[in-house]
């Protein structure tokens, strides 16, 4: 069974930084597409970031772009999410998400927002089950 873990949320200061990790099992995890994505109190749901494991490819969000980083290693199964210089409006559950048909997860973290996030969860083939980024002001 097609599994992903988040892990690593906490709490953290602003302009600090933080690494979230994302565990999958039960895929092919170099033919796949993973990308994060984040639910601020009160806010809708949006994508974050996402990397095409099969090329490196990635996409970031203007708002996170310079200051977050998305990777893979290939080795353990795992995508980081490395964030810093967080600011308070980077609160948010973090979720990740994968889909074997890449350009469906690149379009979901471009374009995806969801008032919850069970409501979106056709929209990629299997998400995680989320991890609090609390960040203070």
């Known amino acids: 069974e097609v599994q992903l873990v988040e892990s690593g949320g906490g709490l953290v200061q602003t302009g600090g930084s933080l690494r979230l990790s994302c565990a999958a099992s039960?895929?092919?995890?170099?033919?796949?597409?993973i990308g994060w994505f984040r639910q601020a109190p009160g806010k809708d749901g949006e994508g974050v970031a996402c990397?095409?494991?099969?090329?490196?490819?990635?996409y970031y969000a203007d708002s996170v772009k310079g200051r977050f980083t998305i990777s893979s290693d290939n080795a353990k199964n795992v995508v980081y999410l490395q964030m810093n210089s967080l600011r308070h409006e980077d609160t948010a559950v973090y979720y990740c998400?994968?889909?074997?048909?890449?350009?469906?997860?690149?379009?979901?973290?471009?374009?995806?927002?969801?008032?919850?996030?069970?409501?979106?969860?056709?929209?990629?083939?299997?998400w995680g089950q989320g991890t609090l980024v609390t960040v203070s002001s």
């Open positions: 998400g994968a889909d074997r048909l890449k350009n469906t997860l690149f379009f979901q973290t471009k374009n995806l927002k969801w008032r919850t996030r069970e409501s979106v969860t056709t929209a990629v083939e299997r």
């Open positions: 039960g895929i092919n995890f170099a033919e796949i597409a």
């Open positions: 990397i095409n494991n099969s090329d490196g490819s990635t």
